[in-house]
């Protein structure tokens, strides 16, 4: 029993998650090593302390503010109606549950008072302080991966194959994103002016969407001997990334209204338009192809990985479309399929200066994908076994991050405070990570 | 305008989704008055009762005063607030005393929301006017959640009129140079009772 609960354990304490407390620290920089195999998969070959180990388990520190702070846990409307229906707060609730490894120190918090202007001339609305109400603050930013064929495991578990380079994990995912107000732009604009235009249509969509299922990464990687000219080694590396979807759904709702020649509108309408996917009503599925390659070379370490060269996803499951007299017009099976070819690039790098006392890392990385950028930049100072951290980013976002960490023998401990942008208001919140690791 | 507002509060209460936010509808009744309403001079000849806003086209009967009921918030309202302001000019040769109040009422109380049936004068103020004196009454009120008077505003709407009498001979001239309603809510209240 001794050796199936060491194996076990080993398991749980190499979980790697897609953003390790240690790149938190540095701005969420991804630094070259096995961690980075899912971005690019010649680093299923790099040696795991080239440029120490990133982390290890991070704490779902979350829990915390989800089970005790009156703002987001809605546990307090069952224990505490009165606190809760005090405090509570949707968006610090939706925020803290998106980030279930961070304690946020400050959860975003809904406006405190929104004030209607209303006159003959039409409709203002204003925050408590008299400012103009920016709606596009609430307009959704597109969701980022929920539509798309990356599934970044929120845990995910390395398998351990035998065969030096090959590469086996396992994990499970659950993603959100696309959550947003969509006024169209003509509302957008005639809400600001107070005054409607005649014979128009204008629609408010709210949307959502989620999906969860578990992820089946195959890899390999290997070292290139020697190559004559070339002063460093060369590093290759392929692999498909599957999923197996359990969970779906991607919703839409719409409210709409038209003018009549007047400039008066008519009814409200509402429309639903649903997909959704739950096991037993179907499932979903996909693959896609991934290369790398990475570069040590005087010093530094260079990697670049092509994602998505060829991908392929469905989801089989049900459409759901009510109309605005809340009749449901279609209610049917249907599949979503979607493939081809949708690169996503990842380039990273790092390199280590020594210094009189200790050595700084400084690492970079940039992505692309779908016309978005992500860009980090961190650095880390190493002085025997303390580690301190810094680093800038921009994902969805600006983001900061500050970190520390310890090494005691095979264990280590690492923390990370980190900033990032809030849904809907954009605050800035900043959010406390911890993360304990064994490295054997 | 009634659908745009609800079109509106549905953008903003889906972003307002806490225990603490309020939503406050400051309405300017007075954009929404005819000029007639506004401003006009009054013959008194002993005593005279006249009803703004006027919606039956005689000053001088009760009626149904005005209907609110383009009001984003109408339902569970945890706060209302009215003030007046009235600038009166004697513009005759005698002295006259006035005196003026809101009124609030039901919006299915139609015919008189002055007679005291189902409505309330919520606020009073008084004036005494030498000849060729001005001088200007504020009429102010507030109801806090809780206070019964709040039930008269309900998802219909509700009706409000000002009651001014003047006593005395002269003639007078009035102008309303302020008239503004606040209502408040929470809108956590509608999701969580």
Same mark, same amino acid.
Request: a negative charge; aromatic letters at 10%; charged letters at 15%.
């Given at each position: 029993?001794?050796?199936?609960?060491?194996?076990?354990?080993?398991?749980?304490?190499?979980?790697?998650?897609?953003?390790?407390?240690?790149?938190?620290?540095?701005?969420?920089?991804?630094?070259?090593?096995?961690?980075?195999?899912?971005?690019?998969?010649?680093?299923?070959?790099?040696?795991?302390?080239?440029?120490?180990?990133?982390?290890?388990?991070?704490?779902?520190?979350?829990?915390?503010?989800?089970?005790?702070?009156?703002?987001?846990?809605?546990?307090?409307?069952?224990?505490?109606?009165?606190?809760?229906?005090?405090?509570?707060?949707?968006?610090?609730?939706?925020?803290?549950?998106?980030?279930?490894?961070?304690?946020?120190?400050?959860?975003?918090?809904?406006?405190?008072?929104?004030?209607?202007?209303?006159?003959?001339?039409?409709?203002?609305?204003?925050?408590?302080?008299?400012?103009?109400?920016?709606?596009?603050?609430?307009?959704?930013?597109?969701?980022?991966?929920?539509?798309?064929?990356?599934?970044?495991?929120?845990?995910?578990?390395?398998?351990?194959?035998?065969?030096?380079?090959?590469?086996?994990?396992?994990?499970?995912?659950?993603?959100?994103?696309?959550?947003?107000?969509?006024?169209?732009?003509?509302?957008?604009?005639?809400?600001?002016?107070?005054?409607?235009?005649?014979?128009?249509?204008?629609?408010?969509?709210?949307?959502?969407?989620?999906?969860?299922?578990?992820?089946?990464?195959?890899?390999?990687?290997?070292?290139?001997?020697?190559?004559?000219?070339?002063?460093?080694?060369?590093?290759?590396?392929?692999?498909?990334?599957?999923?197996?979807?359990?969970?779906?759904?991607?919703?839409?709702?719409?409210?709409?209204?038209?003018?009549?020649?007047?400039?008066?509108?008519?009814?409200?309408?509402?429309?639903?338009?649903?997909?959704?996917?739950?096991?037993?009503?179907?499932?979903?599925?996909?693959?896609?192809?991934?290369? %790398?390659?990475? =570069?040590? &070379? *005087? +010093? !530094?370490?260079?990697?670049?990985?092509?994602?998505?060269? /060829?991908?392929? #996803?469905?989801?089989?499951?049900?459409?759901?479309?009510?109309?605005?007299?809340?009749?449901?017009?279609?209610?049917?099976?249907?599949?979503?399929?979607?493939?081809?070819?949708?690169?996503?690039?990842?380039?990273?790098?790092?390199?280590?200066?020594?210094?009189?006392?200790?050595?700084?890392?400084? %690492?970079?990385? =940039?992505? &692309? *994908? +779908? !016309?978005?950028?992500?860009?980090?930049?961190?650095?880390? /100072?190493?002085? #025997?076994?303390?580690?301190?951290?810094?680093?800038?980013?921009?994902?969805?976002?600006?983001?900061?991050?500050?970190?520390?960490?310890?090494?005691?023998?095979?264990?280590?401990?690492?923390?990370?405070?980190?900033?990032?942008?809030?849904?809907?208001?954009?605050?800035?919140?900043?959010?406390?990570?911890?993360?304990?690791?064994?490295?054997? | 305008?009634?659908?745009?507002?609800?079109?509106?509060?549905?953008?903003?209460?889906?972003?307002?989704?806490?225990?603490?936010?309020?939503?406050?509808?400051?309405?300017?009744?007075?954009?929404?008055?005819?000029?007639?309403?506004?401003?006009?001079?009054?013959?008194?000849?002993?005593?005279?009762?006249?009803?703004?806003?006027?919606?039956?086209?005689?000053?001088?009967?009760?009626?149904?005063?005005?209907?609110?009921?383009?009001?984003?918030?109408?339902?569970?309202?945890?706060?209302?607030?009215?003030?007046?302001?009235?600038?009166?000019?004697?513009?005759?040769?005698?002295?006259?005393?006035?005196?003026?109040?809101?009124?609030?009422?039901?919006?299915?109380?139609?015919?008189?929301?002055?007679?005291?049936?189902?409505?309330?004068?919520?606020?009073?103020?008084?004036?005494?006017?030498?000849?060729?004196?001005?001088?200007?009454?504020?009429?102010?009120?507030?109801?806090?959640?809780?206070?019964?008077?709040?039930?008269?505003?309900?998802?219909?709407?509700?009706?409000?009129?000002?009651?001014?009498?003047?006593?005395?001979?002269?003639?007078?001239?009035?102008?309303?140079?302020?008239?503004?309603?606040?209502?408040?809510?929470?809108?956590?209240?509608?999701?969580?009772?």
């Amino acid at each position: 029993m001794k050796r199936p609960t060491t194996i076990l354990l080993a398991l749980l304490l190499s979980a790697a998650f897609a953003q390790g407390v240690r790149s938190t620290g540095m701005g969420g920089v991804v630094l070259p090593g096995p961690w980075a195999a899912s971005l690019n998969p010649a680093y299923g070959a790099y040696p795991a302390d080239r440029y120490g180990a990133d982390g290890g388990m991070a704490l779902p520190l979350g829990l915390i503010n989800l089970a005790l702070r009156p703002s987001t846990s809605p546990v307090y409307y069952f224990t505490d109606p009165a606190t809760f229906k005090a405090n509570f707060d949707l968006l610090a609730f939706y925020d803290q549950l998106s980030h279930p490894f961070e304690l946020l120190v400050n959860p975003p918090t809904s406006p405190d008072e929104i004030v209607f202007h209303v006159s003959a001339d039409g409709i203002q609305i204003t925050d408590g302080a008299g400012n103009p109400f920016d709606l596009t603050a609430y307009e959704s930013n597109g969701g980022g991966s929920v539509a798309g064929t990356t599934r970044n495991p929120l845990l995910q578990f390395n398998v351990p194959t035998g065969i030096p380079g090959l590469r086996l994990a396992t994990g499970v995912f659950f993603e959100t994103g696309g959550l947003g107000v969509n006024p169209d732009d003509q509302l957008l604009a005639d809400l600001a002016s107070g005054s409607l235009q005649a014979n128009t249509t204008y629609t408010l969509d709210l949307t959502g969407r989620a999906a969860g299922g578990l992820t089946l990464d195959l890899g390999y990687a290997t070292g290139l001997p020697p190559i004559p000219g070339l002063d460093g080694t060369l590093y290759l590396g392929a692999q498909v990334q599957g999923f197996y979807g359990l969970y779906y759904s991607d919703a839409t709702l719409t409210a709409s209204t038209t003018t009549d020649a007047n400039g008066v509108p008519g009814t409200v309408g509402y429309t639903t338009n649903v997909f959704y996917v739950y096991p037993g009503s179907g499932y979903g599925a996909g693959a896609k192809l991934d290369f %790398g390659l990475v =570069l040590d &070379y *005087a +010093g !530094g370490t260079y990697g670049l990985g092509l994602r998505n060269l /060829y991908s392929f #996803e469905t989801w089989s499951g049900q459409r759901r479309i009510t109309d605005a007299s809340g009749n449901v017009v279609n209610d049917t099976p249907e599949t979503v399929t979607r493939s081809g070819f949708a690169p996503k690039v990842y380039a990273n790098a790092a390199y280590v200066q020594p210094l009189e006392v200790g050595d700084v890392l400084y %690492g970079a990385d =940039l992505g &692309y *994908a +779908g !016309g978005g950028m992500s860009a980090h930049a961190g650095l880390e /100072y190493r002085y #025997e076994i303390f580690r301190l951290r810094g680093g800038l980013g921009y994902e969805n976002g600006f983001q900061v991050g500050l970190g520390a960490g310890a090494l005691f023998g095979p264990a280590s401990l690492d923390l990370a405070l980190t900033t990032h942008s809030a849904p809907f208001t954009g605050q800035t919140v900043f959010g406390l990570a911890a993360s304990l690791g064994l490295h054997f | 305008m009634k659908r745009l507002i609800a079109l509106a509060t549905l953008l903003v209460a889906l972003s307002a989704c806490s225990g603490r936010t309020i939503v406050t509808a400051d309405v300017d009744v007075l954009s929404f008055l005819d000029a007639v309403d506004l401003s006009q001079e009054v013959t008194v000849p002993g005593s005279i009762e006249v009803y703004l806003p006027d919606s039956d086209d005689d000053l001088i009967t009760p009626d149904g005063g005005y209907l609110v009921n383009s009001v984003p918030l109408l339902d569970q309202l945890t706060g209302f607030g009215v003030r007046v302001e009235i600038e009166l000019e004697n513009t005759g040769s005698g002295t006259l005393d006035i005196a003026a109040s809101f009124r609030l009422a039901p919006a299915s109380d139609s015919a008189n929301i002055y007679d005291g049936n189902n409505d309330v004068a919520l606020a009073e103020a008084a004036a005494s006017l030498a000849p060729s004196s001005t001088q200007t009454v504020v009429l102010e009120a507030s109801l806090a959640q809780g206070d019964p008077n709040l039930d008269l505003i309900t998802g219909d709407g509700f009706r409000i009129g000002l009651d001014v009498r003047a006593t005395g001979s002269s003639t007078v001239r009035y102008r309303l140079t302020g008239f503004a309603l606040t209502l408040s809510q929470r809108p956590f209240n509608l999701i969580v009772p």
